[in-house]
């Protein structure tokens, strides 16, 4: 069964520091993946995905499909990028999985 | 544009009652697609409507239920509720139906407790 995991709830980084959220995923198919991200007030909204190859406000992520991950970076964080970050698995019948999420605080 | 405009915002309900929530996507966006999020499990799929039609169901029992009309607008209908459906409902809306190349919108949701 398709499964998205990222195994750390909060995260706590410095300013300035790297930030790097792990996502991995379960699914025998060819996977697609995005992170979605929720600032504080605001809604659910993309970040990234796979398919596009970008590099989002610095952030950056890789499919590894040998290593079954699809990790988020970014080499300096700053006080905006403090949010909620969400991995997910487009599968099956184009539906969307999701993992429980990563709460980021940057401290300054 | 307007966003995705889901109504009502919070909504209090009892064991057994139902409930219809409803979501109005962006102009232009004929697919519709909700999730409900809890502390526990997370954001998990519900169903996703694309021109009026079903088109992917999520694993949730059979009161959970939705429709799309000819405008796009889409209705959830949870019925004989239950305590552990307190949760937020979230709508999300894309021009095409989800996929690789598409884009989910995702309003600001229904938070539902059930007493």
């Known amino acids: 069964a398709q499964r998205v995991t990222q195994p750390e709830k909060l995260l706590s980084v410095f300013k300035g520091a790297p930030v790097e959220l792990k996502c991995n995923y379960s699914?025998?198919?060819?996977?697609?993946l995005f992170w979605y991200v929720q600032y504080s007030r605001q809604r659910l909204q993309l970040l990234l995905r796979?398919?596009s190859r970008e590099s989002i406000k610095g952030f950056t992520a890789d499919l590894n499909k040998g290593e079954t991950s699809f990790h988020l970076k970014k080499p300096f964080a700053q006080e905006e990028d403090s949010a909620m970050y969400y991995c997910?698995?487009?599968?099956?019948?184009?539906?969307?999985?999701f993992g429980k999420g990563n709460q980021v605080v940057v401290i300054p | 544009k307007a966003g995705v405009t889901q109504t009502p915002r919070y909504l209090i309900k009892t064991r057994g009652q139902q409930v219809t929530l409803s979501c109005s996507p962006i102009?232009?966006?004929?697919?519709v697609s909700w999730y409900q999020q809890t502390p526990g499990q997370g954001l998990q799929f519900l169903f996703e409507?694309?021109?009026?039609?079903?088109?992917n169901k999520g694993n949730f029992p059979g009161r959970f239920s939705g429709r799309q009309f000819s405008n796009s607008r889409s209705e959830m209908n949870v019925s004989t509720l239950e305590l552990g459906d307190s949760a937020l409902y979230l709508c999300?809306?894309?021009?095409?139906?989800?996929?690789?190349?598409?884009?989910?919108?995702f309003g600001s949701g229904t938070q539902l407790s059930v007493l």
């Open positions: 999300a809306s894309s021009s095409q139906p989800q996929g690789a190349e598409e884009k989910l919108f």
């Open positions: 699914y025998s198919g060819s996977p697609e």
């Open positions: 796979h398919i």
């Open positions: 997910a698995l487009l599968w099956g019948n184009n539906r969307l999985a």
């Open positions: 102009s232009g966006h004929r697919s």
């Open positions: 409507y694309f021109s009026e039609t079903q088109r």
